[in-house]
């Protein structure tokens, strides 16, 4: 049976039918979501009911899988193995975090509007995020769709970003919320990367802003001005008709393009409700942006 498609608009977002993502895709069925994500950049499956080794195969059909960047940052051990995000309110016993813990202040970044590993080399593809626990109220996750966003840029504006290249960072963006002291570790696995603010997407041809809060330069400008422009371009680009809102069910898996979409997690009360979601990312290519590179530290292996 072909897989149905539930367009949330008409250009993004989409619900899935009749998949099972704990088996095997078959030639036909993986293709015909490949074209629904390139066409959608958000896929929401829901219904699925996946172990932690079926979510990592369903992913890996969408490249290869990167290693949480919690690798770096933690020192107490993982819940769960290292090519899961853990995105959970949880330590690694399963309690909930306290208001003060490092993780959840450091989880933080999760709020402000971002797309997932631009600031590592490779970058982040396509993120598979799934619920086993949701929060009974709050807690949703909003997506924006930067290639409407471009499209609904005024000429000249796109005309001064063509050719501009952003520095990405995790230090850039956990530095918007206040933490300032790095680690030599974490200053090298978070080395800044070189970035476009304009990228085209091959397989849909579509041109699309490349904006996250995980910016703090760009080449050629002063900090000031580049501060006041991320924030002017993510206040564009998050107007509300670009804006899908995910109310989370259990059981839930949603998909989406990190070349070209931005997201972030509501408010919840996070020291009352468990919210269990876990997510796996898989990485673009090296050689997208056309700059020489190293691969960076928590990047996934080609
Ligand atoms: C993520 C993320 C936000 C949320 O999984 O990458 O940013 O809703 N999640 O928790
Ligand atoms: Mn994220």
Redesign the pocket.
Known sequence: MPISIFPVTPRFAAEIGDIELSQPLDAATLEATRDAFATFGVLVFPAQNLTVQQHLAFARNFGPLEVTVQRALRTEKLRVPEQI?D?ANMDAEGSLWKKESRLRLFQMG??LW?T?SSFKAPSGYA?M?YARSVAPIG???EFADMRAACDALPAATKARLQGLIAEHSLMYSRRRLGFTEFTAEEKVAFAPVRRPLLRRIPESGRETLYIASHIGRIEGMPDSETEALVAELVAHATQRQFVYTHRWRVGDLVMWDNRCTL????EYEDTRWP?D?Q?A?TSDRLDVFGVAEKKSALAADY
């Not at 997201?263 to 509501?266: S, Y």
């Open positions: 995000a995105i999760n709020r971002h997932d993120s995020l807690g949703h996750t997201h972030r997690g509501t919210r979601l997510r990312t």
